[in-house]
T-cell receptor, first 109, second 115 residues
Framework: GQNIDQPTEMTATEGAIVQINCTYQ??????LFWYQQHAGEAPTFLSY????GLEEKGRFSSFLSRSKGYSYLLLKELQMKDSASYLC??????????FGGGTRLMVKP | GAVVSQHPSWVICKSGTSVKIECRSL??????MFWYRQFPKQSLMLMAT?????????EQGVEKDKFLINHASLTLSTLTVTSAHPEDSSFYIC???????????FGPGTRLTVT
């Protein structure tokens, strides 16, 4: 089966760091994606992890622990434009994605 | 590169009518396309997987006779919502991948409102 959990909402201050956690139980796990989605728009790709460890890409980093079924997305130097929903998604056989419920991040001045 | 378009971007239709949504890969050949549905403040739910030239594979709970999917070419897939009802009002998003490469490229979405 497929089960993905992430917090529903988070609030952070401009310039700060925020960590969005994701836990999953996915049969046939082939990797984990993080997407950003602004309201009314399609998701945009942020990161992909298939091996354990931290992947850093500019202000965004993503971590994966396959043994723990755990990932997090780390956003540094928060900007107002980072206010969006962040979707954790696991990849399974057939290149199919299963999305978590998404975390709505609100960045305040 | 890797641009996916959808048409229309929004549509309003009357209950009982059918609506067709197109998904096109503009600069690559999409061997597989996916159709998702997203209700307000919820995440994306996979409806079906579509491979060029073959029948779509529907997720559990999705009515294949209501949501007709056609993937006639490597650059076009269509989703037809037949006999639409207000509860079908949602944001429909398609995505595409090329070959065995895992990254999905998403279209901009189509907002369907059934009155």
């Amino acid at each position: 089966g497929q089960n993905i959990d992430q917090p529903t909402e988070m609030t952070a201050t401009e310039g700060a760091i925020v960590q969005i956690n994701c836990t999953y139980q996915t049969s046939g796990f082939n990797g984990l994606f993080w997407y950003q989605q602004h309201a009314g728009e399609a998701p945009t790709f942020l990161s992909y992890n298939v091996l354990d460890g931290l992947e850093e890409k500019g202000r965004f980093s993503s971590f994966l622990s396959r043994s723990k079924g755990y990932s997090y997305l780390l956003l540094k130097e928060l900007q107002m434009k980072d206010s969006a929903s962040y979707l954790c998604a696991t990849l399974r056989a057939g290149n199919m994605l299963t999305f978590g419920g998404g975390t709505r991040l609100m960045v305040k001045p | 590169g890797a641009v996916v378009s959808q048409h229309p971007s929004w549509v309003i239709c009357k209950s009982g009518t059918s609506v067709k949504i197109e998904c096109r890969s503009l600069d690559f050949q999409a061997t597989t396309m996916f159709w998702y549905r997203q209700f307000p403040k919820q995440s994306l739910m996979l409806m079906a997987t579509s491979n060029e030239g073959s029948k779509a594979t529907y997720e559990q709970g999705v009515e294949k006779d209501k949501f007709l999917i056609n993937h006639a070419s490597l650059t076009l897939s269509t989703l037809t919502v037949t006999s639409a009802h207000p509860e079908d009002s949602s944001f429909y998003i398609c995505s595409a991948i090329s070959g065995e490469f895992y990254e999905q490229y998403f279209g901009p979405g189509t907002r369907l409102t059934v009155t």
